[in-house]
Nanobody
Framework: QVQLVESGGGSVQAGGSLRLSCAASEYTASNLFMGWFRQVPGKEREGIASIYTGSGAPYYADSVKGRFTISQDNAKKSLYLQMNSLKVEDTAMYYC??????????????????????WGQGTQVTVSS
């Protein structure tokens, strides 16, 4: 089973930028969703961005639309999340994930955590005011 490793988290001031990376141990199948999620203690994991690997079509939660950009590099087996105009409320542990291949997903389901069954260990993002 593919393994995912996130990197690029850190501490930044509000208004700043970070770029998260997710490296896969092997090529994932085409025509499935990969996503970025975040979680703060005591809250549910929130889907913030997903990408359909076949077409590269991105989908975003309203909370990050216009500020975050998801992208993929198939040759490098990598997924990225460019985060601009960061806010204090973006502080969270960020995870990348690969969808459960047994499921057929539409775009709305691609931002639900229970649509995914392969997860990285997470990378912490802290935004200070």
């Amino acid at each position: 089973q593919v393994q995912l490793v996130e990197s690029g988290g850190g501490s930044v001031q509000a208004g700043g930028s970070l770029r998260l990376s997710c490296a896969a141990s092997e090529y994932t199948a085409s025509n499935l969703f990969m996503g970025w999620f975040r979680q703060v203690p005591g809250k549910e994991r929130e889907g913030i961005a997903s990408i359909y690997t076949g077409s590269g079509a991105p989908y975003y939660a309203d909370s990050v639309k216009g500020r975050f950009t998801i992208s993929q590099d198939n040759a490098k087996k990598s997924l990225y999340l460019q985060m601009n105009s960061l806010k204090v409320e973006d502080t969270a542990m960020y995870y990348c994930a690969v969808q459960d291949r047994r499921l057929w997903l539409g775009s709305s389901a691609s931002l639900r955590a229970n649509s995914y069954n392969v997860w990285g260990q997470g990378t912490q993002v802290t935004v200070s005011s």
